[in-house]
């Protein structure tokens, strides 16, 4: 513990000093502010605002850390069997109110040429892995001046290529999520239940034009790849939408998207592919740590319907009138295999954001997800409730705290950890980003 400790301590006193070596950072061109200035930024725009000047690095990051205070009960005198046949208690553990290890990102983004950019995630520590490593990067295209001057110009000035292997565009939760300690963009502490957020190897088209927003893009559907016999399964998938600023008081975006994955042993990652680790520690973890049910994880208390291959679609309404905010999510999900099931998921998030810059937010957040892991299998509820505020306190270091409650029902937990399970309490996170 000591060790680790120091570690983050010095991961802490390294993002500062970047900070302060790189105080005058480059501009990037078609580039997603990685501080207050990205908030509520879904695709980046095709706007041409920064002036090509040569090749450029731009060196940013990001330091988050808690203070947990959480409680959580299910149905005493549960048991179960672990892997070795043991019968073991499903009784949850109890909880301390105290600081969490934090989490620290290191990003690189780079200008190689006109219209033509790099962007690099390393998470430098997480929940999940004490040690540093990569989580993902892409090239971006949005000219295609390096071919010749102006080839293809009239299309490219509407189009973005994406390539590589990162996160994504299926829906828009994931642009308001906390990507391990990229946690400014997230007005609460936790991401959604169904967490829609994987990297995988892709490439992805993006066309916009007076508003209106079509996504098509494809991936093997992997987060580990091997080029072995028979693991040849693909996805496909999309985005509709519309996304204007009405007026100088109103701001509205809908957006439908759709993923869809093959049966060639893809093993579908689409809600189990962060491998930071959930947002909450140690929730819904039994005092056995056996393998039980879903098992003790640290990507618990998120819900993974753990389909091989599926269908899923989710649509996104967001409006901002001055400073009030709303933020939508209809999503469903069925099995590709014979067995069936299915799952969905609704959210709803309310922000009022008010002083210097609106700087200052209030709000609340209702999610919930039922469905049944097979067809004629018994039912699972999940809800959640937050609410919360936080404080932009300059444009790079945001406080943000929020009062959790979530209960587990339905027959399809009865026998399991889950059964009669709920937890509830304050979270309170501190992040520094750029």
């Known amino acids: 513990m000591t060790n680790s400790f120091f570690k983050h301590v010095l991961v802490a006193l390294m993002l500062f000093g970047t900070i302060a070596v790189y105080a005058q950072l480059p501009s990037i061109q078609y580039y997603r502010y990685n501080d207050l200035r990205g908030w509520n930024v879904f695709e980046t725009s095709k706007e041409d605002t920064v002036k090509y000047d040569g090749f450029r690095v731009r060196v940013g990051g990001g330091f988050a850390m808690q203070f947990q205070g959480i409680s959580q009960s299910n149905d005493s005198g ?40 790099m962007h690099l995630r390393t998470y430098l520590s997480s929940r999940h892995h004490p040690e540093s490593y990569v989580k993902g990067g892409y090239l971006q295209i949005d000219k295609l001046d390096f071919v010749s001057p102006g080839f293809m110009s009239g299309l490219m000035d509407k189009m973005t290529i994406r390539v590589g292997m990162d996160e994504i565009n299926y829906g828009d939760t994931h642009f308001r999520r906390s990507d391990n300690a990229r946690a400014l963009f997230n007005p609460f502490v936790a991401n959604y239940i169904m967490d829609a957020f994987t990297t995988e190897p892709f490439m992805e088209f993006t066309y916009q034009s007076n508003g209106f927003i079509g996504v098509l893009g494809m991936s093997n559907g992997r987060l580990n790849q091997e080029p072995v016999p028979g693991d040849d399964g693909r996805v496909f998938y999309g985005k509709l939408g519309y996304d204007k600023q009405m007026n100088d008081d109103l701001r509205f975006r809908i957006t439908g998207s759709f993923y869809n994955s093959s049966d060639g042993s893809t093993r579908d990652y689409l ?14 973890h039994t005092v056995s740590d056996g393998n039980i049910g879903r098992g003790p994880s640290d990507f618990e208390p998120r819900w993974n319907p ?31 295999d014979d067995t069936g099931g299915s799952y969905s998921q609704i959210g709803a998030e309310l ?13 609340g957040r209702y999610n919930s997800v039922s469905g049944e892991a097979a067809d004629g299998a018994a039912t699972q509820d999940i809800k959640r409730t937050n609410l919360g505020f936080g404080w932009f306190m300059t444009r790079n270091v945001m406080m943000k705290g929020e009062y959790v409650t979530s209960k587990y029902d339905g027959d399809g937990f009865t026998g399991t950890k889950l059964q009669g399970a709920e937890f509830d309490g304050v979270v309170i996170e501190a992040v520094i980003q750029f």
Do not use: C, W
């Not at 048991?79 to 301390?96: A, H, I, K, Q, S």
């Open 306 to 336: 753990g389909f091989s291959s599926h269908t899923a679609i989710m649509i996104n309404p967001f409006v901002k009138f001055n400073g009030l905010e709303f933020f939508g999510v209809y999503e469903n999900t069925s099995n590709g």
């Open 351 to 363: 922000l009022y954001r008010f002083g210097d810059s609106e700087r200052v937010f209030i709000g």
């Open 78 to 117: 549960l048991t179960g069997t672990d892997n070795g046949g043991n019968t073991v208690p499903l009784d949850f553990v109890d909880l301390d109110n105290n600081m969490t290890l934090p989490t620290a990102n290191l990003n690189f983004d780079v200008q190689l040429e006109d219209g033509l950019r």
């Open 271 to 284: 809600y189990g592919g962060d491998r930071a680790g959930a947002r909450y520690y140690n929730v819904l």
